[in-house]
């Protein structure tokens, strides 16, 4: 039975894989987050490694990175 897991746009969240395992070299759960492309919300899923990967490009590049906007910061 398939678990459903109900979150906002732009948060973090921790799926398991509901697929049986076929191959060993997959993971039993990814990061999940859903992002807004024009008017579709489409889910991105990452690997732990994945993540940390994307983490520390974002710390080497830190004058690429987005600014959190006043509004963002009261309301999440």
Do not use: C, H
Request: net charge positive.
């Amino acid at each position: 039975m398939a678990i459903e897991i109900f979150t906002r746009i732009g948060r973090l969240v921790r799926v398991k894989n509901q697929k049986t395992k076929t191959f060993s070299n997959e993971n039993e759960e990814y990061v999940a987050v859903l992002v807004k492309s024009g008017a579709e919300v489409k889910a991105l899923l990452f690997t732990d490694a994945e993540l940390s990967k994307a983490l520390a490009r974002g710390e080497k590049n830190k004058e690429d990175q987005p600014k959190q906007s006043w509004i963002s910061k009261i309301l999440d």
